[in-house]
């Protein structure tokens, strides 16, 4: 059974950081490109960041550029994302899924997610 499983979210001040990691076990985690997306109440789901299979090329909402890093360790099945600078308009709640390449859509059901709140 495929699982994934966010961690690391919290609330944060604007302007600080937060580093998510996302666990994922029951397929072959290594030949998945990953991504992580955010939803914030009322909008829809957003892609954030993805990452290919071995990490060569990395792809960011425009908004996040500079400011989030997608990264990945394959021998221990995770994809981490570091926020860094962060913005009340990043709150969201935050998942990871595997995605496919020409189409950005998720590959399996989305996990619980991590919530990031962004608030002074």
């Known amino acids: 059974q495929v699982q994934l499983v966010e961690s690391g979210g919290a609330l944060v001040q604007p302007g600080g950081s937060l580093r998510l990691s996302c666990a994922a076990s029951?397929?072959?985690?290594?030949?998945?490109?990953m991504s992580w997306f955010r939803q914030a109440p009322g909008k829809e789901r957003a892609l954030v960041a993805t990452?290919?299979?071995?990490?060569?090329?990395?792809n960011y909402l425009y908004s996040v550029k500079g400011r989030f890093t997608i990264s990945r360790d394959n021998a221990k099945n995770t994809v981490s994302l570091q926020m860094n600078n962060l913005k009340p308009e990043d709150t969201a709640m935050y998942y990871c899924?595997?995605?496919?390449?020409?189409?950005?859509?998720?590959?399996?059901?989305w996990g619980q997610g991590t919530q990031v709140t962004v608030s002074s």
């Open positions: 029951g397929f072959t985690f290594s030949q998945h490109a």
């Open positions: 990452i290919s299979t071995t990490g060569g090329s990395t």
């Open positions: 899924n595997a995605i496919y390449f020409y189409s950005d859509r998720p590959v399996y059901g």
